[in-house]
Nanobody, 115 residues
Framework: QVQLVESGGGLVQPGGSLRLSCAAS????????MSWYRQAPGKQRELVAD???????NYADSVNSRFTISRDNAKNTVYLLMNSLKPEDTAVYYC?????????WGKGTLVTVSS
């Protein structure tokens, strides 16, 4: 069982930045594929960015060049740096860990972009 705890959400003005963190339990973090998803009110959950165990990254078109996903295997943590935030980035952001066909989810952290 993998436990994931997100942090770093909050209220930010348009154009601002936030860094989300997701701390994972266990000793096998380095081999997990890690992802950030988000779910806006009334919308389906969508993939924002992911990073493989080898460090390869992938981004949704809507956040490409604004968001950066990274991982620190020594700290069992994955990050999402979000720059140039827009009101449409408002959502609950969820961390996901995938290994051997199993998926684990955190409880999410709310990001609100508003003036």
């Amino acid at each position: 069982q993998v436990q994931l705890v997100e942090s770093g959400g909050g209220l930010v003005q348009p154009g601002g930045s936030l860094r989300l963190s997701c701390a994972a339990s266990g000793s096998m973090f380095s081999i997990y594929a890690m992802s950030w998803y988000r779910q806006a009110p009334g919308k389906q959950r969508e993939l924002v960015a992911d990073i493989t165990s080898g460090g390869s990254t992938n981004y949704a078109d809507s956040v490409n060049s604004r968001f950066t996903i990274s991982r620190d295997n020594a700290k069992n943590t994955v990050y999402l740096l979000m720059n140039s935030l827009k009101p449409e980035d408002t959502a609950v952001y969820y961390c996901n860990a995938a290994i051997h066909g199993m998926n684990y989810w955190g409880k999410g952290t709310l990001v609100t972009v508003s003036s």
